[in-house]
């Protein structure tokens, strides 16, 4: 079945440590998100990727990296110069149509990694 | 910068009623999204609408892309439990971009 898949589904940071969550999708979908989830916040976008090589930063970057190598993966890697990691974070990825790069169409979204501190 | 508006926060129904909850903006969209989110896990797609006026429905679900193009309904009857979770609406971002901007969200809980 074509999907989204992020992996750990939970995942602990030690203080001053890096770690890097994984998302890869098998929908041939050009575009893929990262977004952050804290309780009353609704969704928050960190990074987002719409072609191999390139992406943009969010709203909320900082503290956060990225690298789109292949067109199927979209890593996070999330550093120690985030202050307030512990958060759900959610993947995502759609079809880019129309000029210049807009989109009307839905992003589809995996089931998220969970980062905790210990 | 473009928001999108959904109040209140928290919605409590008792089984077997309907409700509707709305999303509402100050600036135009040309699409507007439904997603569900169930606990642990992401926003599952529920609807999306294309046209201005357009009322789609998903089962027990229906939505609406207002007339305004600033706002959005989306109505569930005959609630059941598994309806609880999050709803959100989303509409893309203006501008060359594939961004989505995504309501805050409304928790539903469902009393049997």
């Known amino acids: 079945d074509g999907g989204i898949t992020q992996s750990p589904k939970y995942l602990f940071r030690k203080e001053g440590q890096n770690v890097t969550l994984s998302c890869e999708q098998n929908l041939n979908h050009d575009a893929m998100y990262w977004y952050r989830q804290d309780p009353g916040q609704g969704l928050r976008l960190i990074y987002y990727s719409q072609i191999v090589n390139d992406f943009q930063k969010g709203d909320i970057a900082e503290g956060y990296s990225v690298s789109r190598e292949k067109k199927e993966s979209f890593p996070l890697t999330v550093t120690s110069a985030q202050k307030n990691p512990t958060a759900f974070y959610l993947c995502?990825?759609?079809?880019?149509?129309?000029?210049?790069?807009?989109?009307?169409?839905?992003?589809?979204f995996g089931d998220g990694t969970r980062l905790s501190i210990l | 910068g473009q928001q999108l508006n959904q109040s209140p926060q928290s919605m409590f129904i008792q089984e077997g009623e309907d409700v509707s909850m709305n999303c509402t903006s100050s600036s135009i969209f040309n699409t507007w999204l439904w997603y569900k989110q169930e606990p642990g896990e992401g926003p599952v797609l529920l609807i999306a609408?294309?046209?201005?006026?357009e009322l789609t429905s998903n089962g027990r679900l229906t939505a609406q892309f207002g007339i305004t193009r600033k706002d959005s309904f989306l109505n569930i009857s005959a609630s059941i439990p598994s309806d609880v979770g999050i709803y959100f609406c989303?509409?893309?971002?203006?501008?060359?971009?594939?961004?989505?901007?995504f309501g805050k969200g409304i928790t539903l809980s469902v009393r049997p």
């Open positions: 989303a509409a893309p971002a203006t501008g060359a971009n594939s961004k989505l901007t």
């Open positions: 995502a990825s759609s079809i880019i149509s129309g000029t210049g790069g807009y989109s009307n169409q839905p992003q589809h």
């Open positions: 609408l294309y046209k201005a006026g």
